[in-house]
C-alpha cells in the first residue's frame, strides 16, 4: 500500500531532481546534533541544502529514471547536498572538516561523476575567466599577424632608406654586373 507521506516524499525527491543543477550523494554516519547543524549552516552560506532521504523512498525513483546510474551510492544511509547552482568547490571545502560526512559521487547538469570527477570539476577555473583566457589567446593571433604582415615592409623600407642615404653620400653607384657565363663547348 502506498500511503501519503511515501508519495509526499517521493514527490520532493523528484523535485530535488528537476529543480537543481547539483546534486551530491553523500555517505552520512552519525555525528552529534551541533555538528549537523554546523555544517548545514555553512553549505547554506554557499546555497547548498542537505537532504536525508530514504533509500526505501529514492531506489524505485531512480530505478525508472535517467539517474539510474546513481543506485549503486544509494546502500547505506545517505544524505543529499544539492543547489541550484554549481558549488562544487565550496561543497568540498566545506566537507573537508567533516569527516563523518563521504562524498560518493554527484550529478551536476545532468551529468554523473564520481567523487573523482567531483574533485577535477572544482578545479577547473570558472566559465568568466575561461572565456577571459579564450578571448585573450584569440585577440593575440590577429596581433602577431598583423605584425608579421608589417615586418616586411617594414624591413623593405629600411633597406631602401640606407640605399638613398648611401646614393645621397655618394659612396656607391649601381651595383657591378656579373659577367655573363661562357659556355664550353
Known sequence: Q???YARLLRR???EVFRDNRMI???QYNSMPGEDVVLMRYYLRKHNI???FVLNEI???LLSQSKYKNLLPLFVARNILLVSPELKAKEMLRVLKGVPQINLLGACIDNTILSRKGVENLAKLPSLEVSQGQTVG???LLPSQTSSLLQCGSA???ALLDEHIRRLQAGETGSPAEPAPAQSSG
Open 12 to 14: 520532493q525527491v523528484e
Open 137 to 139: 589567446a584569440l585577440a
Open 24 to 26: 551530491a550523494v553523500c
Open 155 to 157: 624591413h623593405l623600407t
Open 2 to 4: 502506498d500511503n501519503g
Open 49 to 51: 541544502e542537505v537532504k
Open 58 to 60: 529514492i531506489r524505485p
